[in-house]
């Protein structure tokens, strides 16, 4: 599986939009990006993932840039619950159940 | 409430224990998971049941035994543990295969916090 890049953490104030950044510069054309979540002394929450175009869903948008090599998960109005642990997973789609590799994350602090 | 569920939510115990993990899923999927999250270090990936047969086993030491008899059910029973594996057990599930729909999403119970003396 490819390797991911996040910043170790970010600020964002309530409210406002959370742009969290991931770099997967040596993804392969089937591999997915997805992003989990881990809310403080919780299991880890799936979010979105995406191959080439963006999604967005309840939660959260994921922007995928043309050349793939890196995203961006979008919080459209961050609230305190948002702070969690963000962790971006490149993997393939494949048919048999296999590890996630969650790397160290990006914590995000939503502010008051 | 993912339909993942762990019992029990803490556990003690002393390293001439033995004790076991559960974890019931009730989304129907196929594939199972425990994972190891030690404080400040990433999830580390312990074992993967794939349709009831164990698919991996990430080098992990003989104390900790997993057991799936069903596809809803998973155990890990432990043994003689050590200080260093208290630590945060995390189970996940998943459906896989060729049923459509989205593949690898995988589904966590809220864990069991591990302390042992």
């Known amino acids: 599986d490819a390797k991911t890049t996040q910043p170790p953490s970010m600020d964002c104030a309530e409210g406002r939009a959370a742009n969290l950044p991931c770099n997967h510069s040596t993804i392969s054309g089937n591999e997915y990006v997805y992003w989990y979540r881990q809310i403080h002394s919780q299991g880890p929450q799936y979010i979105i993932h995406?191959?080439?175009n963006n999604e967005t869903n309840e939660m959260a948008s994921l922007i995928i840039t043309e050349d793939r090599k890196s995203s961006t998960l979008i919080l459209p109005h961050a609230t305190l619950r948002d702070t969690a642990v963000y962790y971006c997973?490149?993997?393939?789609?494949?048919?048999?159940?296999?590890?996630?590799?969650f790397g160290k994350g990006t914590s995000l602090l939503v502010t008051p | 409430e993912t339909g993942v569920t762990q019992t029990p939510r803490h556990l003690v115990m002393g390293m001439t224990n033995k004790k076991s993990l559960k974890c019931e899923q009730h989304l129907g999927h196929n594939a199972m998971y425990w994972y190891k999250q030690s404080a400040k270090k990433p999830l580390e990936l312990m074992f993967v049941?794939?349709?009831?047969?164990?698919?991996e086993n990430n080098s992990v030491p003989s104390r900790f035994s997993p057991e799936c008899p069903n596809s809803s059910h998973l155990f890990l029973h432990l043994h003689t543990l050590q200080p260093e594996d208290s630590a945060l057990y995390l189970c996940?599930?998943?459906?896989?295969?060729?049923?459509?729909?989205?593949?690898?999403?995988?589904?966590f119970g809220a864990g069991t916090r591990l302390s042992v003396l």
């Open positions: 997973i490149v993997r393939e789609n494949s048919n048999s159940g296999y590890a996630l590799n």
């Open positions: 996940a599930s998943s459906q896989e295969g060729n049923s459509g729909g989205p593949k690898n999403i995988q589904y």
């Open positions: 995406g191959l080439k």
């Open positions: 049941y794939n349709f009831k047969e164990q698919t």
